[in-house]
């Protein structure tokens, strides 16, 4: 690993980990020896990091040099802990992982006393019951999904039915949706030559094609958009 990589890596895991955060544990996280990584803590302070600690003592990122100083209102600070608070509860571990990541950014910027009030928030969502259903593999399935959204690539598509049946099909991946109690994939299906919401409960399996769409996808979003306004709703295969 370069060692800049090896250098924003234990700046991010000082961010995230629950400070004071041990030599050992910063060495494990980032890969090195802790030989190594005196020397990467000392080059970040060379840097203009403010790290406090010692060896024996722990660690606590102070100032973050990667990142610009941040000035939000108390009810702005409330409003970011919400938000993410409520993707951390979403039941996507790659997003919760995400929005995590997000905070401890967000915190590292802070002046002292705002990053006080971050982490003492009165707003946090808290879910006792699993928002959405178990869907196999589904860190694979949602990898892929987003991938395809992103890269505008075309996937092949296994898809079950309200009664089970099983249709293979080619999509263009426009959107995932989370709705209250259920995550679907909003596509165009060449198979019916239409736009459908697929419920990511009743994918059975999902594949990159390799054949891009793009730069269809921002036109598929607004030919959607327009169906919406001017009539019914894509078709739904929820049902």
Known sequence: MARTDRLFRLLHAMRVLPAPVTAARLAEETGVSLRSLYRDIDALRAAGARIEGERGYGYRLIEDVALPPQTFERIEIEALVLGLSEVRQMGDPALAQAAASVLAKVAATLPDRAEQHLLHAVSQVRRFETRFPAIPDFEGVMATIRAGCWHEEALSLRYADKDGAETERTILPLSIVYLDSKMTLLA?????????????????????????????????????LAELRGGPAAQDTQT
């Not at 019916?192 to 996808?217: E, K, Q």
């Open 188 to 224: 165009w299906c060449t198979l019916r030559d239409a736009f459908r919401m697929f419920r990511l409960d009743r994918i059975r399996a999902v594949a990159a094609t390799g054949t891009s769409f793009r730069p269809r996808r921002a036109a598929l979003l607004r030919g959607y």
